[in-house]
């Protein structure tokens, strides 16, 4: 069969055709233009009156009869005014003309930068969460991340500042090796220089990755409004702890949520243990423990490192002992021992009478010890016992006598710490830069955050028991003789500082004999007082 010819319309005439064609265009862009405003107004008429039904629909029946009267009374009166009905539809074209404008298209999905990361972050994830014989793999090589990432956000900067990733159930996610590989990856992949907190739901078979702020470094040495026995030890995120104090932070005041460490007859963790770095802030938070404890108690303390950093306590009311040498320390570590015992008794002995505890044995006892392996080494060097050995009828019996252990030690020399100390301080903080591994050994679990790439003085983790790792920042209180104090954080510490009371029995190497001595004629249940 013969194929019959296309029309001559369509065979010759294609030019005219495109030509034909891009007249209309032309005159449809013109004719837009010079419509623009009819079409704006109308659309905005269209918005108003659908507006007005749904409105009229969701009004009760009764009250549809009281709100056409006052319709009708309204057009009533706009009738009757002079120039009304201009001004009305004046009026009306203009509403209709602003809900009917164009409007600039908000932006609800990433782009095309942000599906690069979320597909890179995806393949990254492939090996650690597929298996050969999944039959429908969640994650695999070439798949789409929109079925793994089901919640994400990214900041101004075109980083992930929070991620939602869905994990399949064969997932050994009860592992810690397991999930430390998981966040390393996620840290490394969704950039450094931040800090990351890992929420995993072993139930949903979901992780929750998300950017925390940093904490402030700002808020110095202060009164806390806190109940007798409990102390502050630092501040944390607002969503760890659920409460919040008032502290003066730079030129204002905030509330912050502070990390309370409760202590006491009834408290379930009665001694802390202190691991950091050099420079850290060990030696701050001591400071800053002291200078809380005095408000109520009295405190001894025994420093190590010998650099006199505790000297502004020299002589204050409440200090009972600031030592610096190996003979003060044990002489004033044995007094504490016989303290702890004589109140064991006196309250043992007022609760057969039937009386109550006496006044000498309520007041709280501080024993805070800093620096330990340099006591230890001393000792042993010259024959005499470690320290720490006369700390365990403090740190076990101390609850119940109102005696608190603090003890600070460097990771360098963690290994001295004696098992009687390990056992029952456990309170625990970690100050500085330390790997996951080594806050696990001191806390006895990783922290679920990665660590910060800048560690300012102060900054680490705390866990009080059994409870969950939070992130920690020391008030600043440095040294207030120190020339490199700043003279806002030195007299913020000295206004924290007691008076100076009016006999001071000596401190340091020159009085170790007089101690030794005023110790060696004490009786058997007599209470000494060693006034610094």
């Not at 390393?184 to 739901?201: N, P, T």
């Not at 850290?280 to 001591?286: K, N, R």
């Not at 005499?384 to 603090?406: F, M």
């Amino acid at each position: 069969m013969a194929r019959r010819p296309l029309p001559r319309i369509l065979s010759s005439g294609s030019a005219q055709i495109a030509r034909s064609r891009e007249m209309a265009r032309t005159a449809a862009d013109s004719a837009t233009d010079v419509l623009h405003p009819l079409i704006t107004i109308t659309r905005g008429l269209r918005q108003i009156a659908a507006a007005g039904r749904a409105k009229w629909a969701a009004t009760p029946k009764e009250r549809r009869g009281p709100t056409l009267f006052l319709a009708a009374a309204c057009v009533l009166v706009v009738a009757l005014v002079p120039y009304g009905p201009l001004l009305a539809l004046i009026g009306v074209m203009a509403v209709a003309a602003w809900k009917g404008r164009e409007r600039t298209p908000v932006q609800t999905g990433p782009d095309e930068a942000e599906l690069g990361r979320l597909q890179a972050l995806y393949e990254a994830l492939v090996p650690y969460f597929s298996v050969p014989d999944d039959p429908s793999p969640l994650f695999s090589h070439g798949g789409g991340w929109e079925s793994a990432f089901s919640d994400y956000a990214f900041d101004d900067d075109g980083r992930l500042r929070k991620l939602c990733v869905k994990y399949p159930a064969y997932f050994t996610d009860g592992e810690a090796a397991s999930r430390a590989r998981i966040e390393q990856l996620l840290h490394a992949k969704s950039g450094r220089g931040r800090e990351y907190h890992f929420a995993w739901d072993e139930e949903g078979n979901q992780l929750v990755m998300s950017v925390l702020p940093p904490l402030s470094t700002s808020i110095a040495a202060q009164r806390f409004v806190t109940a007798p026995g409990e102390t502050v030890l630092g501040f944390t995120d607002q969503d760890a702890v659920q409460r919040t104090v008032p502290v003066l932070d730079g030129d204002g005041t905030t509330d912050a949520p502070p990390v309370v460490w409760r202590t006491g007859s009834r408290s379930t963790e009665p001694h802390l243990l202190v691991v950091g770095q050099p420079g850290s802030g060990t030696t701050s938070l001591l400071r800053s423990i002291a200078l809380q404890a005095l408000q109520h108690g009295d405190v001894l303390i025994m420093e190590g490192s010998g650099t006199g950093e505790y000297a502004c306590l020299t002589g204050r009311s409440g200090v009972l002992a600031v030592e610096c040498g190996l003979a003060g320390a044990l002489a004033t570590l044995e007094w504490a021992a016989h303290e702890t015992e004589r109140r064991l008794i006196a309250a043992n002995r007022a609760r057969q009478a039937g009386h109550p505890a006496p006044e000498d044995t309520k007041r709280p006892l501080w024993i805070l010890l800093d620096r330990p392996s340099v006591f230890g080494h001393l000792a042993a060097a010259d024959g005499r016992p470690d320290p720490q050995q006369l700390l365990q009828v403090p740190l076990r019996h101390g609850r119940a006598a109102g005696v608190t252990v603090v003890v600070a030690e460097q990771f360098d020399s963690v290994d001295t710490i004696v098992e009687t100390v390990r056992t029952h301080t456990r309170a625990r903080v970690v100050l500085g830069p330390a790997a996951p591994e080594q806050v696990a050994a001191v806390l006895g679990t990783e922290p679920h955050t990665t660590p910060t790439p800048d560690t300012p003085p102060g900054r680490g983790y705390a866990r009080l028991g059994a409870g969950p790792v939070l992130r920690l920042q020391v008030p600043a209180t440095p040294d207030p003789y120190d020339d490199a104090t700043s003279e806002a954080h030195r007299q913020a510490v000295l206004d924290l500082l007691p008076e100076r009371t009016a006999k001071s029995f000596g401190t340091g190497v020159e009085h170790e004999t007089q101690e030794l001595e005023a110790l060696e004629g004490l009786e058997e249940g007599e209470q000494l007082t060693v006034l610094d």
